[in-house]
C-alpha cells in the first residue's frame, strides 16, 4: 500500500461548501467544547511535583490544589489565583472530581 492510499478517501466525508462531516455517524469534526477541553483555559488540579507559586513565589506541596493553565505554564495556589482573578475561570480538573478536594 503506498503512504498516501490511506488518506486517499478522506474527502469524500467533507461537504467543501461548509467544511463539516457529511456522514451523520462520522466523529471527525469536533465541537467547540472538545477544542476547549484540549488543555486550554484554566483548571483546577493537584499538584504533580513540588513547584512554587508564580504569585507569591512560595512552595506547594505535592498533591495541593493549584489553578492551572496548560497553554501558558502557570501555576497559581488558591490564595494567588483568587487575588489574580483567576479562580472564577478555573474548573475542575478529573483528577480534583475524583479525589473530591
Sequence with gaps: MAKNDRHRWWNWRINLDS???IRADDKRVA???DRRRAGGG???????RKMSCQGCLKWIS????IAYNHQSRQV??????EAEGVAERC???????????
Excluded at 484554566?42 to 504533580?48: F, I, N
Excluded at 505535592?62 to 490544589?65: F, G, H, P, S, Y
Aim: with cysteine.
Design 62 to 65: 505535592l498533591d495541593a490544589k
Design 42 to 48: 484554566w483548571w483546577w488540579t493537584l499538584a504533580w
Design 76 to 81: 497559581y495556589c488558591p490564595t494567588c489565583a
Design 91 to 101: 474548573e475542575l480538573s478529573r483528577k480534583v472530581r475524583r479525589v473530591g478536594s
Design 19 to 21: 467544511g463539516e462531516s
Design 31 to 33: 465541537t467547540l467544547d
